[in-house]
């Protein structure tokens, strides 16, 4: 008997001590993660889950924040889920009131604070619209793509077939400039003196000044075609157009464009003059959606109403998509339309058919 009361003794002193050392003390500390030394060398940005991010502020707009890791490359936040925001450069403030500010900056606590000349300015960060590095040299402000596509025929079809596409963009939270180029060419490899089968090339470049959220002007508007198949030699346009964000965020991006253009059309051979004037009302929409963060969706229309002896209406579409092979290459497959409503004739020839297709699958480097 008194031997089971000692075991008892023994096991209640046991299991006591086991629960005393799964208590917590009340002097044990809470682990956080280290706040990071803010080396100048590099802008941070914390998210709201308490990571920090070390690297370079390209933009914020539309309440998402643009930044490029050197770890992670460009990645977009949700702006609410930044916790805290620091840079090294001055960076410009536009403020909902169109008011803009220029210095160093702090978001912090649901404050902006700007420092410049020694002095802080404290704003509330519900007043913020847009962010932007003041540095004229910011290389990240620039985009651009190459592409490269083609098709050798050898046996009962003897042709070689190319197409070389082009993009350069700079977009900041203010303005947006892009200039897109393509050419097409294909050619009878039979011989040296073939018939050319195709030579068409298109340079469009225009210039945007975002007034609101929603609205733009495009102050410059130009365009330069050539169809040999249509007997275009040259087809130039420039005006301006008025423009207005239907949607805009970090997956999908849709715009309309309507304004006034003129345009001087210079034909290969035509039995009327060769070279025609007029004025132009041209309509664009751009809708361009990210399926998935490797897939992207692009739906490009653009019509040209003008002069019987321009064309009538000259349209142009692109649409396809575009394959995120690695963080440089992408696999396009794209359908283009080129269509003429009224197409002008070479003397003593059958006019030219309105409708040009081409389905084009080509190699891009993204830069």
């Known amino acids: 008997m008194k031997n089971l009361l000692l075991l008892g003794l023994f096991f209640v ?27 100048q060398q590099f802008d941070w940005l914390q998210l709201r889950s308490g990571e920090w991010l070390r690297g370079d502020i390209i933009s914020m707009y539309e309440d998402e924040l643009e930044f490029d890791s050197d770890e992670f490359n460009t990645i977009f936040f949700d702006w609410q889920d930044v916790a805290e925001l620091r840079s090294r450069f001055d960076q410009q403030i536009r403020f909902a009131n169109g008011e803009v500010k220029q210095g160093f900056l702090i978001v912090k606590d649901e404050h902006l604070i700007i420092i410049s000349d020694g002095s802080e300015q404290h704003y509330p960060l519900s007043e913020l619209l847009s962010i ?11 985009d651009g793509k190459l592409s490269l596509g083609f098709d050798v025929n050898v046996g009962n079809v003897n042709q070689l077939d190319y197409i070389a596409s082009a993009r350069l963009q700079r977009r900041t939270p203010f303005s947006r400039f892009k200039v897109d180029f393509i050419y097409n060419y294909s050619k009878s490899t ?3 003196d073939a018939q050319v089968i195709t030579d068409t090339g298109r340079l469009t470049t225009y210039f945007d000044w975002f007034y609101s959220s929603k609205m733009f002007f495009r102050v410059f508007d130009y365009e330069h075609f050539k169809d040999l198949q249509q ?19 970090k997956r999908l ?25 007029s004025g132009v009302v041209a309509l664009g929409t751009l809708l361009d959606y990210s399926l998935s963060s490797r897939v992207d969706f692009l739906f490009d229309y653009q019509i040209q109403f003008v002069e019987q002896s321009s064309g009538k209406r000259n349209s142009h579409l692109k649409t396809g998509f575009e394959f995120e092979l690695s963080n440089d290459l992408e696999l396009d497959v794209i359908f283009y339309l080129d269509r003429v409503a009224e197409p002008v004739s070479s003397i003593n020839t059958v006019a030219p058919k309105s409708n040009d297709y081409s389905l084009v699958f080509s190699l891009g480097y993204d830069f």
């Open 231 to 249: 007997n275009i030699s040259s087809r130039d346009t420039l005006g301006v157009s008025l423009g207005y964000h239907i949607m805009q965020n």
């Open 190 to 192: 039979l011989d040296d």
């Open 253 to 277: 991006q849709w715009d309309l464009t309507v304004g006034p253009s003129y345009q001087q059309t210079v034909y290969e051979d035509s039995s009327s003059a060769s070279k025609q004037h």
């Open 132 to 142: 932007t590095s003041s540095s004229d040299d910011r290389t990240e402000l620039w």
């Open 13 to 39: 002193t046991l299991v006591s001590s086991i629960s005393y050392g799964q208590q917590p003390s009340e002097h044990t500390a809470v682990w956080s993660p280290p706040t990071p030394v803010f080396s």
